[in-house]
């Protein structure tokens, strides 16, 4: 299972570490997730997921640059987001 992690007690619990098998999960940026074209921040912008929406993490995972982790996704559409914005499926 996933490892999860909390900034303060009233944050709510997110990945820390996913491993690299296909799996559902939750996007839980209050904002929604942006998704871009790679890993990298300066990549394009395909789309923003709204919260709560779901995604499929391929199980492919990149840090960039400057230390933030990424992961892949391919559905409902393909790019790349930011792991600090998952959490697992059904997640609320």
Do not use: N
């Amino acid at each position: 299972e996933p490892l999860l992690f909390r900034s303060s007690a009233a944050e709510r619990p997110r990945f820390e570490t996913i491993d690299d098998r296909r799996r559902l999960c939750t996007v839980l940026g209050t904002k929604g997730a942006a998704v871009r074209k790679g890993p990298e921040i300066d990549s394009a912008k395909v789309t923003v997921l709204d919260y709560l929406a779901v995604c499929a993490y391929t199980g492919r995972q990149a840090v960039t640059a400057d230390g933030r982790r990424r992961v892949e996704i391919d559905a409902p559409v393909h790019g790349w987001m930011s792991l600090k914005f998952l959490g697992p499926e059904g997640y609320e």
